[in-house]
């Protein structure tokens, strides 16, 4: 690792970042696994650490205080917990942790957006829909409903078509 003052925060949290993956083996797929919060409750413990080790080295310089028990906030295992005397290197691993958040995050938003959706239809229903799909294309508005209101809108739209039908049966 390069000193401190040569880099500026985003490389060294990328190079944190890049250490957590190859070292401690903490993947894309490792952070998937942690989609309740946990990544980032992670850097808040490491943030918390880092101001009152901060706080506490102006009062007491010689003190220990970054050797305590994990933070309340902290979401893994006590034994997980590997905090530094250095208030910089426990913001760096925060920053590293934020990372892997915001990229498990955009994965998890990737991975919803391209969902598929299977949809069981009758034939009636179908045409139904081929329809409605017709209707939007053409720059009509339709809006999906539920229960009574979706059954009167599949009626207008089966009249709908039922009359388009006759008229083009009279051509």
């Known amino acids: 690792m390069a000193e401190p003052m040569q880099q500026s925060g985003i490389s060294l949290f990328a190079e944190e970042r890049f250490r957590q993956k190859v070292q401690e083996g903490f993947s894309a797929e490792h952070d998937d696994r942690h989609g309740h919060g946990e990544l980032a409750m992670a850097a808040q413990a490491y943030i918390d650490t880092a ?24 979401p893994w295992h006590w034994e997980d917990w590997k905090p530094s005397s250095d208030p910089l290197r426990n913001l760096v691993k925060a920053g590293a942790l934020l990372a892997a958040e915001v990229d498990r995050l955009l994965r998890e938003r990737k991975t919803k957006s391209n969902r598929k959706v299977t949809v069981m239809l009758n034939p009636q229903e179908f045409a139904l829909l081929r329809r ?7 720059g009509q508005q339709i809006e999906c409903r539920t229960g009574t209101e979706r059954i009167r809108e599949l009626d207008r739209l089966q009249r709908a078509t039922q009359q388009e039908q006759a008229l083009g049966t009279r051509d």
């Open 51 to 74: 101001r009152k080790a901060t706080a506490a080295a102006k009062e007491n310089p010689a003190g220990d205080f970054w050797k305590s028990s994990p933070p309340a906030a902290w």
């Open 132 to 138: 409605a799909i017709a209707l939007a294309i053409d």
